[in-house]
């Protein structure tokens, strides 16, 4: 059964960063995709960065972002840095097997519990 767990959340001034962890478990195949997602409330869940955990290859659109990974462990790390109050949100990782680049949550099987992150202006 594929796990997912999400920590590194809290709150941080703007202007600050968070490094977010993500362990996965479970997986029976090297086949897959992390994508890192957030939530704030009123809002849609929005893509933030992906990982494959095949190759390393990444895709995330905000450069204030990087998404890596460490096979060993079986983690993947957000590192968010000059965060901005509009950041704040519930982020979580998700899973996707099979599959590259896949923005859309809908696609994704697996979810952890999220973690939240609080920007202070």
């Known amino acids: 059964e594929v796990h997912l767990v999400e920590s590194g959340g809290g709150v941080v001034q703007a202007g600050g960063s968070l490094r977010l962890s993500c362990v996965a478990s479970g997986f029976t195949t090297d086949d897959y995709a992390i994508g890192w997602f957030r939530q704030a409330p009123g809002r849609e869940r929005e893509g933030v960065s992906f990982i494959r955990r095949a190759d390393g290859s990444t895709y995330t659109p905000d450069s204030r972002f990087t998404v890596s990974g460490d096979n060993a462990k079986n983690t993947v790390y957000l590192q968010m840095n000059s965060l901005k109050p509009e950041d704040a949100a519930v982020y979580y990782c998700?899973?996707?097997?099979?599959?590259?680049?896949?923005?859309?949550?809908?696609?994704?099987?697996?979810w952890g519990q999220g973690t939240q992150v609080t920007v202070s202006s």
């Open positions: 998700a899973a996707v097997v099979g599959l590259w680049v896949v923005r859309s949550a809908d696609s994704y099987d697996y």
